[in-house]
């Protein structure tokens, strides 16, 4: 288990399946090389939900999909999504009809932007899974992982990395630090589905502040329209995302962070994260099997929380890691180092003393986060929470005129500028002092008074 969820199960989720539970050795688990990297994977409907099929010669009696479903498939053609854990066990290796698209010189067609109405759709749901599963650790984890190989020293999209995506396909899933995420997929496969337009870039991003803003964080200044990986090859290298107990902690952060262009303060930030979730020694190698506070749940049982309350967003996370009274709660290395070196302690203090300036820098980290590393279509992004803006004060300009004549709107504003200065207002007088005022005017009569008598 790393920080700030960039690691390998940071996070826990509800009761798997047997077959989830399986996919919890994924990262251990062979595909077959090549071959099975390769594989294309068309999503059926049937009696009991989605499933799975691989498309080979086999699969020609399977049931045609209705053209709903061929629409859902529009960013699955010519991919190879890991959008089950099936893929992970028990592969058959058949002969496979290969796509002309994908092993051809033509590029695979990319998903582009998501849309403005079916992010709406697809947040309900998220906020009903969340209601259900439990499952807001995992969701931010998946969102954070997706976004956190980002390199700001490569310009090229998307060799860059970052929220492009990548995640869905299982060449990246293998990654060790990726363990498990395949059953946020699992989670999330029904909500693509149903609104096949979204892309998954702006899905995982939108499940994961989602999931912050329902768990009791702050609401998270998100933008969408990112686009979409099309090819495996286009997933990020090994090793982009943080280790929990490197030999220097401190330095360790600074060379993954520094890398996606983030500071000293976003680290410390981010890493207040941890206030959710838990880990799992089997999976990880970090926490214990179970505490007090895990042993029975909600959703799996087990595992090892930074807090006691794990799927509240809070600034217990500083409080605890400071205190380090409660050995049924886990510190990492990677979290104790946010209280030994000065820069980062300094945050860490404030964050543990005031959430509410917790909660302010947090969302901004975790939306720039988001974004790092993203292709938006259109490029300014699609914002589907716009604050409404604050009318601009009304400004008369007659009031500042001379001879009636207009002013430019440069002069307009330096006017105005220095009129609020001395706390004035377009459309009311200053407020009068009235002290001030019968001085003045008991001058101005003593000086009338002295004219009149010489």
């Not at 259900?132 to 860059?160: A, M, Q």
């Not at 991003?205 to 998100?222: F, S, V």
């Not at 990492?332 to 302010?360: I, N």
Request: aromatic share 8%.
């Amino acid at each position: 288990m790393e920080l700030l969820a960039l690691q390998p199960h940071s996070f826990s989720t509800s009761p798997p399946s047997s077959a989830s539970t399986a996919t919890a050795t994924m990262a251990a688990a062979s595909l077959g090389g090549a071959a099975a990297s390769s594989r294309r994977l068309l999503l059926l409907p049937s009696a009991s939900g989605a499933r799975l099929r691989l498309s080979s010669s086999s699969a020609t009696a399977a049931a045609a999909p209705s053209p709903a479903s061929l629409s859902s498939l529009r960013c699955l053609r010519g991919s190879s999504s890991p959008l089950a854990s099936r893929l992970f066990l028990h592969q058959r290796r058949p002969s496979m009809h290969l796509s002309a698209a994908r092993y051809s010189g033509v590029a695979s067609p990319k998903c582009s932007a998501s849309d403005p109405e079916q992010l709406k759709g697809a947040r309900e749901e998220i906020k009903e899974l969340l209601k259900t599963k439990f499952c807001h650790p995992i969701l931010v984890r998946l969102g954070w992982h997706d976004s956190g190989t980002y390199n700001k020293n490569i310009e090229e999209w998307p060799k860059r990395g970052g929220a492009n995506g990548s995640l869905q396909f299982e060449m990246e899933l293998k990654h060790a630090a990726n363990a498990g995420l395949v059953n946020a997929l699992k989670l999330l496969e029904p909500i693509k589905e149903k609104y096949p337009s979204l892309t998954y870039a702006d899905l995982f991003q939108l499940a994961g502040a989602t999931a912050i803003e329902e768990a009791g964080g702050p609401k998270i200044p998100m933008k969408y329209g990112r686009v979409d990986v099309s090819r495996p090859e286009e997933c990020p290298e090994e090793g982009r995302l943080p280790a929990a107990g490197p030999p220097s902690p401190a330095d360790h952060l600074r060379e993954v962070f520094y890398r996606m262009g983030l500071n000293d303060k976003e680290i410390v930030a981010l890493s207040g994260a941890h206030t959710l979730g838990r880990s799992r020694p089997e999976r990880s190698g970090w926490g214990k099997p179970e505490t007090k506070y895990t042993k029975d749940g909600p959703g799996a049982p087990g595992g090892q929380s930074w807090t006691v309350q794990w799927l509240k967003f809070d600034n217990s996370y500083f409080k605890d890691i400071k205190e380090r009274r409660d050995e049924d709660l886990l510190v990492l290395p990677t979290d104790g180092v946010l209280f030994e070196d000065p820069s980062f302690k300094v945050y860490a203090e404030k964050y543990a003393e005031d959430q509410e300036a917790f909660f302010k820098d947090y969302a901004e980290a975790h939306a720039k986060l988001s974004n790092l590393g993203a292709k938006f279509d259109p490029p300014e992004g699609i914002v589907i929470d716009g604050l409404p803006k604050a009318a601009p004060e009304k400004f008369v300009a007659a009031t500042y005129s001379s001879e009636k004549r207009e002013l430019s709107d440069a002069m307009k504003q330096k006017i105005l500028a220095e009129y609020q200065a001395i706390g004035g207002s377009p459309d009311k007088p200053l407020q009068s002092n009235y002290f001030l005022n019968i001085i003045i005017f008991i001058a101005a009569l003593a000086f009338l008074t002295s004219l009149v008598v010489n």
